[in-house]
């Protein structure tokens, strides 16, 4: 039987990279039983095999199949919040699902670990539905099902009309991109200070903070935090205030029909010409043409 799927690579880059870029040094994989299904187990295999390229070690727990065992859902997340206990912290855990990182939010609050202070999670399928109602809510890559479904009805009616497939796999992406929220607002910094500024740019970017804003509250001099700063996060201040308001408005376009300026004032941008000049030489495309990558066809 022909087999329409997504590319599993370019998801499992584009997750490693995500939790790489927070300064993380720890890593895992939570998925489902190898055998379950296949395209887990290739997700998974990507993602380890990235972590282990860049000399670090990924820890992998995948669970036990429900049926065969008589696990139950309780017995399972019993399991899942004693690997998540042990594991070293903080660490960066991409799910293979959304429905798995909901259950690894949920094991994480059993045994008191915070997300995304000391574990950040990112999943795969960006459900809006299920990834705001989790708490925090979830980061979670767009793959684009629908271009999945599209493509394997098509396929399906060339079948029914006779006609031979070019290849029994078709593997298609890249996914359309990350859709960041809470579970993954967090950086690995051991500088006090630097991290307390982080946290600051990060709670209140969207509301128009400067960087004098950020500054005012340090005991160090200007010209001291932001050298570290640059040295331990690898941006300026600036930098970063614009990379928040950047994520929040690219998560509005991607999910709500609010108009373009309405997004630049939720953001923390305030004048749209301003936005759309920044959102352009950022992103590399407009606030609408970014929308339209996240509407179906």
Avoid at 91 to 112: E, S, Y
Wanted: proline content about 5%.
């Amino acid at each position: 039987i022909p087999f329409v799927g997504l590319d599993n690579g370019p998801i499992a880059r584009l997750a490693y990279e995500h939790l790489r870029d927070l300064e993380l040094r720890h890593f895992a994989f939570c998925g489902t039983p190898r055998g379950e299904n296949p395209n887990q187990d290739f997700r998974c295999d990507s993602f380890r095999r990235l972590v282990e390229r860049d000399g670090r070690s990924c820890e992998v727990w995948l669970g036990e199949h429900l049926e065969k065992h008589a696990v139950t859902w309780e017995d399972q997340q019993r399991d899942l919040a004693n690997w998540l206990r042990k594991l070293p912290k903080p660490v960066g855990i991409m799910t293979c699902h959304d429905d798995r990182g909901q259950q690894v939010l949920d094991a994480c609050h059993r045994v008191d670990l915070a997300v995304p202070d000391h574990a950040a999670v990112i999943s795969v399928d960006n459900d809006p539905c299920l990834c705001n109602l989790c708490t925090p809510t979830l980061t979670s890559i767009d793959v684009n099902p629908s271009h999945v479904g599209y493509a394997a009805a098509e396929l399906l009616d060339r079948l029914m009309r006779g006609e031979k497939p070019q290849s029994m796999t078709t593997y298609l992406g890249p996914p359309r991109g990350i859709a960041s929220r809470r579970s993954t607002d967090m950086l690995a910094i051991d500088d006090q200070d630097v991290a307390e500024a982080v946290r600051h740019i990060r709670r209140h970017a969207t509301r128009g903070i400067r960087v004098s804003d950020v500054i005012a509250r340090a005991d160090k001099s200007p010209s001291t935090l932001e050298r570290r700063f640059r040295k331990v996060v690898g941006r300026t201040i600036k930098a970063e205030i614009t990379r928040v308001k950047l994520n929040r408005a690219k998560l509005l376009l991607a999910e709500t029909d609010y108009a373009v300026g309405e997004i630049a004032e939720r953001s923390g941008f305030g004048e749209l010409k301003y936005f759309c000049e920044v959102f352009r030489k950022h992103v590399g495309v407009t606030a609408l043409e970014y929308r339209r990558t996240f509407r179906d066809e």
